[in-house]
């Protein structure tokens, strides 16, 4: 990382201490080192290297053993998601699904046997009519086969009677006609349910049996007697009324007789519940019956997917890079699944990875520009943007790093292997003045000397005559921190100096204004003339009549800041 020091006043030369120490006691010991104010653009960036990687890359294997019968590609092909690269003899994954299927239609038969037997628990009317016995009894056990219930329909009378062969040839299904009831001068519709295809004798005479459905008004009865005229054809002689259904209802499963809901001479309904059977025996064959016949369907499905995997596709659109398995092939002893037959790589665009120190991280940002160089390719730069800042970091003797990938859409001639390196711009700053690290003091300060200044930047920036004092609170000029020798003036005169706080071995001057003198090192004097020495001390004078003379901060003259201004400027 650059760290660069942005200047924020205009200036010509910064001057730089190095090494002060608060025990320095004379003055000549410290030595200046002056460097120039440059102007030109800074940077900071945070660099790293990465190997070249296409976009998205797999291996093409099988998961099955197999002769090759066939593939559809070479080296260098572009592919087409689910293009057909490889197929397999499939032989035995068929013969699979063949036995497979057998075994489904089995399980099918027996579950729905079973289910057919689990609704014959519900005892259900088979024709509408009326209930003419039950023998039913709830809590009695019923054997599959035991008569239940039994049910007449007599809704509709069916008579039997006989036309001559002859006029009979003239009838048939459907034709309507009038019912005569013997013993009463009531009329009804009859309609034509069958007309028998032959004849027999009666008294001489060929007739032909025909059967007319009558609805009942409630007065026939089974064994009462009636003519009918159909189509102007009368009948030979008078037929015999029978009830048009007798059913006798059995129960089709056993067990035991939970509910019975009829009595006898109640009419119901075909497909009513008559009676409700229980049977354990019943609900544990559905119960097996039904997982029996999923676990045949699941077999089917896997034996299709199996077949499936005999048929080699590109999972992704790509290019071919490398193609080790051809037809004629064989895949077998667990070959299938462990070695590649070729690979594909989406070399749309590329991309690699960095890892990012975590002191820097929060300066990563998806989408921010990356320049990228490979020694492999001289003078040639390619620039990338980040795709992804992850959050998993990994941690090696204390320090943490997270990966960074990096996306490079016109990679131009590189290509997955290469080794390359990333520079990520977090800051710029363009046509702005420069000064060495070396140059800026704690608290970022650098010093000025005052005959580089020109006069309007002194106006600019309040400077005092001589650069003896300085306002705190001036802009862009801040009192340095832990500089020795500084001072803040406590009244009127010459004794209007103290000691330094922190200054170890500095006396307050006796009879000398503004001097201080090491204890313990009588050599050290106070370079000074006394020109200069009354001039500060009027200075000071002069500043301490206002009543803002706690905001003045003096530069002591016979210390190494004499002559200089102190300005803060901005490191980063």
């Given amino acids: 990382i650059i760290i ?40 900071v960036q945070i660099t790293g290297s990465g190997t070249i990687e296409a976009n998205d890359q797999y291996d093409i294997t099988s998961v099955v053993d197999g002769d090759v019968l066939a593939d559809f590609f070479e080296e260098g092909d572009i592919l087409e998601e689910g293009a057909i690269m490889y197929q397999i003899d499939s032989k035995s994954a068929s013969n699979t699904i063949s036995r497979s299927e057998n075994s489904l239609e089995r399980a099918k038969v027996s579950y729905d046997n079973a289910v057919k037997d689990y609704n014959n628990l519900t005892v259900t009317a088979p024709i509408d009519g009326v209930i003419t016995a039950v023998n039913a009894k709830a809590g009695q056990s019923a054997g599959n086969g035991s008569a239940l219930f039994t049910i007449t329909d007599t809704e509709t009378m069916v008579l039997r009677i006989y036309f001559n062969a002859n006029d009979a040839k003239n009838l048939y299904s459907g034709a309507v006609g009038t019912v005569y009831l013997d013993n009463s001068s009531k009329e009804l519709e009859g309609i034509i349910d069958r007309v028998s295809t032959g004849s027999v004798e009666s008294n001489g005479v060929q007739v032909s049996q025909v059967t007319i459905k009558v609805k009942n008004p409630g007065t026939i009865k089974e064994g009462d007697t009636a003519t009918a005229i159909i189509n102007g054809v009368a009948c030979n002689r008078a037929g015999t009324f029978e009830v048009n259904d007798t059913k006798n209802v059995t129960a089709k499963v056993s067990g035991d007789i939970d509910k019975v809901h009829v009595v006898v001479g109640d009419k119901v309904q075909k497909g009513q519940a008559l009676a409700i059977i229980t049977s354990d025996n019943v609900n544990q064959q559905l119960r097996n019956t039904k997982l029996a016949y999923d676990d045949a369907s699941t077999s089917v499905s896997d034996a299709y997917d199996i077949l499936d995997n005999y048929t080699i596709t590109a999972p992704i659109s790509g290019t071919v890079l490398s193609k080790t398995v051809k037809a004629g092939d064989t895949i077998s002893g667990g070959q299938g699944g462990s070695t590649a037959m070729a690979i594909i790589a989406d070399m749309s665009k590329v991309k690699f990875t960095i890892y990012v120190d975590e002191l820097d991280i929060s300066k990563m940002k998806e989408g921010q520009r990356v320049s990228v160089t490979a020694d492999a390719l001289e003078n040639q730069r390619y620039m990338g943007y980040i795709d992804n800042v992850s959050i998993v970091g990994s941690t090696s003797n204390g320090v943490t790093t997270y990966p960074i990938t990096v996306i490079i859409e016109e990679y131009g001639d590189l290509i997955p292997g290469m080794n390359v390196d990333a520079t990520i711009v977090v800051s710029e700053a363009v046509d702005v003045l420069k000064v060495p690290l070396s140059a800026v003091q704690r608290g970022g300060i650098v010093y000025v000397h005052n005959d580089d200044l020109t006069e309007d930047q002194k106006n600019s920036m309040k400077m005092p005559p001589e650069g003896m004092t300085r306002p705190q609170g001036a802009e862009g000029m801040t009192r340095p921190e832990g500089a020795e020798g500084m001072a803040r003036p406590q009244g009127e005169g010459k004794e209007g100096m103290t000691r330094p706080q922190g200054a170890e071995g500095m006396t307050r001057p006796q009879g000398a204004e503004g001097m201080t003198r090491p ?11 006394p020109e200069k020495d ?39």
């Fill in 4 to 43: 660069v020091a942005l200047i924020l006043a205009v200036v010509i030369a910064v001057v730089c201490f190095k090494g002060c120490s608060k025990k320095e006691t004379k003055a000549n010991a410290t030595e200046l080192s002056v460097a120039e104010v440059t102007k030109g653009n800074l940077v």
């Fill in 519 to 529: 204890q313990g090192n009588e050599d050290a004097k106070p370079q000074q003339s």
């Fill in 534 to 572: 009354s001039a500060k001390t009027q200075q000071s004078a002069e500043k301490t009549e206002s009543k803002d003379a706690s905001k003045e901060v003096k530069l002591p003259q016979n210390s190494r800041f004499e002559g200089y201004t102190a300005v803060r400027v901005q490191v980063g």
